[in-house]
């Protein structure tokens, strides 16, 4: 066993993907996440495609490597199972709504008299401190709220979503990285402590690292965006085969392409950055029109060569076999029970405790009877 968690025991009361992300990075990295879900089992071992019932591809990526438990938290046989999880645990991590947690009897406080040194982490769609808590939240909502589609109008004329549970991973990142913080505090001073991460308040922080721009100030000095990401004609470029990205942003890129490329357009007012970026939409344009004479291989040469940051647009599909990818080596193949399956794994590497993908998502209840034997309870 390997990583830097080897030794960690995490007690995962999580459901759909926020929370299971979180965990999930947390047993790559060799704790040992016990995952405790209700005879129904977390709604997303049935929300995409999979080899089984109940072994969807969203739910197998996010609980990987994890041990499956069912206990029934309405009975007495139920909760007294968690209690005795609970003492044996470092770290006790939630998504339920803070009412609800505390009706079962696994609030903060019961907890901690348990075992008065976990780190005890909520992951909530709101804060408890403010009129919205114990609201419902998914993803959509959350993006919706933050400002994410409101963005996209501004970019393509039209509110949408991103295409990706951009609020749940972004949470989930945030409530891993909270759990860590907490877990470093205790092991200088043997303190645990309660964590609360929700998904509102931490992609509202994201969407205004950018775009709080000129709002932060007092008198604001302009509206809170980043012009560059709204720009309407950011987007590939057309080139006479097909789409590149491009980004011929900082004055090296922009005088490298200027006078390799020699286009009639060029002024004095594009020449820095700061004109740039006054007039980006413009400049956006202009490459455009550019581009559009020569094919995506014949850019894609020219822009190594020149070293400006450069892609052409690949499929989610095409990620499986690329060879960037295959060379730093994030895919892990596993031998499941369902055959042959392709993970991607750690995208992080520790010179000394590097994480894996360390086995299959349990099935439901897979090592119920193991755990309690470990806790004697037969």
Known sequence: MTGPLHGI?????????????????????GADVIKVEPPAGDNTRYISVGPAPGMSGVF???NRGKRGVVLDLRTEEGTEALRALIATADVFIHS??????????????????????????????????????????YDDTIQAECGLPAVQEQLT?????VGTIMADKVA??????????????RERTGEGQEVEVSMFETMAAFMLVEHANGAMFDP????????????????PYATKDGHIAALIYNDKHWNAFIEAVEPAWNSEEYATLAGRARHIDTVYGLLAETLVERTTAEWLELFRELEIPAAPIHTPDALFDDPQLAASGLFETIDTQHGTVRL???????SRTPGRVRGYA??????TAAVLDELGMG
């Open 9 to 29: 025991r995490v007690v995962d009361l999580t459901a759909m993907v926020m929370g299971p992300y979180c965990t999930q990075i947390m047993a790559d990295m």
């Open 60 to 62: 197998v990526n996010v």
């Open 96 to 137: 339920m709504r803070a009412k609800a947690i505390a009706k079962l009897g696994f609030d903060y406080e019961q907890v901690a008299q348990i075992n008065p040194g976990i780190v005890y982490t909520n992951c909530y769609g709101y804060s408890r401190r403010g009129p919205e808590a114990d609201r419902p939240a």
């Open 157 to 161: 004329g039209e509110a949408n979503y």
């Open 172 to 185: 989930g990142l945030t409530a891993l990285y909270a759990t860590m913080m907490a877990l470093f505090h």
């Open 220 to 235: 604001p000095l302009g509206p809170a965006v980043y012009p560059r990401t709204v720009a309407p004609n950011r987007r």
């Open 344 to 350: 991607p794994g750690v995208p992080t590497w520790f």
């Open 362 to 367: 349990p099935e439901l209840g897979a090592d």
